[in-house]
């Protein structure tokens, strides 16, 4: 019989895992809790926020053991994971596995992720549907999408040379905002604002807001703290790429 | 307003796309695009103003979500995301920093304190959705206890 502690490090990475992949903090800190009890724990101590990740189990035979791990990503939101994932927990909740088991279940899980395909057709599809969703016609719908391509290469190609999310978002907006500023002076006939809404909802923190208002009402309000103002700096960075954008084509 | 049920459900699609939820379900989360923009408007007929449709919406996206999780047997989060994308407030933000570029400071006002206000209400719609939906199943397991 292992210690269970040689569990601990592959929570801390599931918690890690799960907070990438959209679960809520509550969600995080309940999965873990029944987890660690799931395999003999006296006590499980779980405190999860947005940024790091405690655990602290007793063991049986009196020991416990404390260990801690820093979340760098800020909260990608990915489904098909989020659900392998829950499986896992439920599956390792009615029969627990070996370390080296579950070890080797997780990281198959972590290698799931959604195909570039995938995501440049729901970046366009998504533009384009709120474009004529705030009131554009097909044409503004159509160039939306064309403006959404441009923002799935920036994120493949910028994103990664940025120093953060609020770099990337400054950068991505006011480029996205220069290209449909000159769209709509070569095309008179487009509507700068609608086209320009269509895909400020695909760069928009809506989702980090609510999620955070929500974090904050239901307690845990570190998290929903620190992912509101994140939120507020990533829309204010948001209107100000947009802003730089209008006033600059607005120059000539 | 036909149209913008329709292209709120498709864009509801396109999000869960992005998201990656599995391909089975994205006619459900299309449904929920369609449910939450549909509450939001009856409501704003009803009541007029912005808080309260959508924390109706909010509440409704929210119940929806919840059953399709027991139904479905997966996570409530994923249903929730992608239906309560329409009700984002996209557009007021627009128009809060085109007023603040036009220096119309009344009317940037007006847009920025809607914006917020829509985050709120979604996000108050879901927690009280959420508090009865665990109150319900604590007195589920206190009756099968």
């Known amino acids: 019989m292992q210690p269970i502690t040689q569990y601990l490090p592959i929570f801390l990475d599931m918690g890690d895992e799960l907070l990438s992949s959209g679960a809520e903090i509550f969600r995080v800190e309940d999965t873990l809790n029944r987890m ?63 370390p080296a088991d579950l070890r080797q279940r997780l990281s198959e899980i972590s290698r799931t992720r959604p195909t570039p395909f995938e995501q440049l057709a ?57 290209f449909i ?72 | 307003m036909i149209v913008q049920l329709l292209t709120g459900a498709l864009g509801s699609v396109g999000f869960g796309m992005l998201f990656h939820i599995k391909p089975k379900y994205l006619p459900l989360a299309a449904l929920g695009g369609f449910w939450g923009w549909l509450v939001f408007l009856l409501c704003r007929e009803l009541w007029g103003g912005v808080f309260f449709p959508t924390l109706a919406a909010g509440f409704a996206v929210d119940v929806y979500a919840e059953i399709l999780a027991r139904v479905c047997r997966e996570t409530s989060t994923s249903f929730f995301v992608t239906s309560v994308i329409p009700l984002i407030p996209g557009s007021t933000l627009y128009y809060c920093m085109s007023s603040i570029v036009e220096g119309d400071m009344l009317n940037a006002w007006r847009y920025g304190r809607d914006t917020f206000l829509y985050a709120l209400g979604i996000a108050a719609g879901m927690s009280i959705a959420w508090a009865i939906c665990y109150f319900t199943r604590k007195v589920h397991e206190s009756k099968a206890v």
Do not use: W
Not at chain 1, 48 to 61: A, L, Q
Not at chain 1, 68 to 86: A, I, M, Q, S, Y
Not at chain 1, 186 to 210: E, S
């Open chain 1, 36 to 98: 660690g009890y799931a395999c003999g724990a006296v006590q499980m101590n779980v405190f999860v926020i947005t940024s790091s990740i405690v655990i602290t189990m007793e063991c049986p035979d009196g020991n416990a053991r404390t260990q801690t791990k820093r979340v760098r990503g800020n909260g990608g939101n990915d489904f098909t994971k989020l659900e392998k994932l829950n499986d896992l927990s439920r599956s390792f909740c009615s029969q627990p596995c070996s």
């Open chain 1, 181 to 252: 500023c000159a769209g709509c002076r070569l095309f008179p006939f487009l509507h700068m604002d609608k086209v320009m809404i269509g895909d400020i909802m695909l760069l928009i923190p809506g989702l980090m807001t609510t999620n955070a208002i929500r974090d904050i009402l239901i307690g845990d309000t570190i998290s929903g703290v620190m992912r509101f103002i994140e939120a507020i700096l990533l829309a204010a960075i948001l209107a100000l790429g947009f802003i730089g954008a209008i006033c600059l084509f607005r120059r000539f």
């Open chain 1, 122 to 178: 729901g970046s366009i599809l998504a533009a384009s549907s709120f474009a004529v969703f705030f009131g554009g016609n097909l044409k503004d719908g159509l160039f939306a999408g064309l403006a959404a391509v441009l923002i799935r290469l920036l994120h493949k190609f910028v994103r990664p040379v940025c120093m953060n999310e609020v770099t990337f978002q400054f950068v991505a907006s006011f480029l996205t905002g220069c």
